[in-house]
C-alpha cells in the first residue's frame, strides 16, 4: 500500500532563516505531488505541484519554492522566512492517472519567531 | 472563477441527531468530487469519490450524493466520534480546488 512521509511535525524558526521541508512517497511510481498550506479555519491553499521529476508548477507568488529532485521526493523551500510563512503545510499525492483523489500526509506545523 | 464553497462553517449537534453538510461547486469541466474528513493537528484523510450527477457513496454513518451544482455529506445518527472537519474538494485538470470546511461537534 501507499504511504507518505513528511517531516518535521512541528518547526520553530526565527525570521529571516532558511526552511527545508521534507515530503516522500512509498508504494507508487510517478505520482503528482502537491505542497498546500493551510491557515487557522481556512481552506488549503495550494502552493506547488509536479507531475514529475524537475517539474514544479507555481500557484502562488511567495517567499517559498519547490523542488523534486527524485520521483517521489518533494522539498518545500525557503531561503529567508517571512513572519506571514507561519501556519501548517501539508504535502498530498495522487496517482499520475486523472480523476483520483489526493492523500496527504500528518503535515508540518511551522511557526515564525 | 473556479470556486468551492461549504456550509455551514460549523455545526453542532447532539448524538444521534442527523443532519447534512453542503459543497457548493463553481468549476469547468469537473473531473471529480472529493470529501475528506481532517481531525485537528492531521492532515485531511480520504473519504469518498463522486463523479458525475446523480451519485451516491456510503460509509458507514455517512453518505455523499452529487448533482450538477453542489454535494451533500448526510450523517446519520452521528457518535462523538464523527466530530471533526469535513472539506469539500474538486477537481479540474490536475488541479484541486478546496472549500474551507464544516467543522462538526457532536456532543453526546
Known amino acids: 500500500s501507499q504511504t507518505i512521509h513528511q517531516w518535521p511535525a512541528t518547526l520553530v524558526q526565527p525570521v529571516g532563516s532558511p526552511l527545508s521541508l521534507e515530503c516522500t512517497v512509498e508504494?507508487?511510481?510517478?505520482?503528482?505531488l502537491y505542497w498546500y498550506r493551510q491557515a487557522a479555519g481556512r481552506g488549503l491553499q495550494l502552493l506547488f505541484y509536479?507531475?514529475?521529476?524537475?517539474?514544479i508548477s507555481s500557484e502562488v507568488p511567495q517567499n517559498l519554492s519547490a523542488s523534486r529532485p527524485q520521483d517521489r521526493q518533494f522539498i518545500l523551500s525557503s531561503k529567508k522566512l517571512l513572519l506571514s510563512d507561519s501556519g501548517f503545510y501539508l504535502c498530498?499525492?495522487?496517482?499520475?492517472?486523472?480523476?483520483?483523489?489526493?492523500?496527504f500526509g500528518d503535515g508540518t506545523r511551522l511557526s515564525i519567531l | 472563477e473556479d470556486q468551492v464553497t461549504q456550509s455551514p462553517e460549523a455545526l453542532r449537534l447532539q448524538e444521534g441527531e442527523s443532519s447534512s453538510l453542503n459543497c457548493s461547486y463553481t468549476?469547468?469541466?469537473?473531473?471529480?468530487l472529493f470529501w475528506y474528513r481532517q481531525d485537528p493537528g492531521k492532515g485531511p484523510e480520504f473519504l469518498f469519490t463522486?463523479?458525475?450527477a446523480g451519485e451516491e457513496k456510503e460509509k458507514e454513518r455517512l453518505k455523499a450524493t452529487l448533482t450538477k451544482k453542489e454535494s451533500f455529506l448526510h450523517i446519520t445518527a452521528p457518535k462523538p466520534e464523527d466530530s471533526a472537519t469535513y472539506l469539500c474538494?474538486?477537481?479540474?485538470?490536475?488541479?484541486?480546488?478546496f472549500g474551507s470546511g464544516t467543522k462538526l461537534n457532536v456532543k453526546p
Open positions: 498530498a499525492w495522487s496517482p499520475p492517472n486523472r480523476d483520483q483523489p489526493q492523500h
Open positions: 509536479s507531475v514529475g521529476i524537475g517539474q
Open positions: 468549476v469547468s469541466g469537473l473531473r471529480g
Open positions: 463522486l463523479y458525475s
Open positions: 508504494g507508487t511510481s510517478n505520482p503528482n
Open positions: 474538494a474538486v477537481q479540474a485538470t490536475n488541479k484541486f480546488y
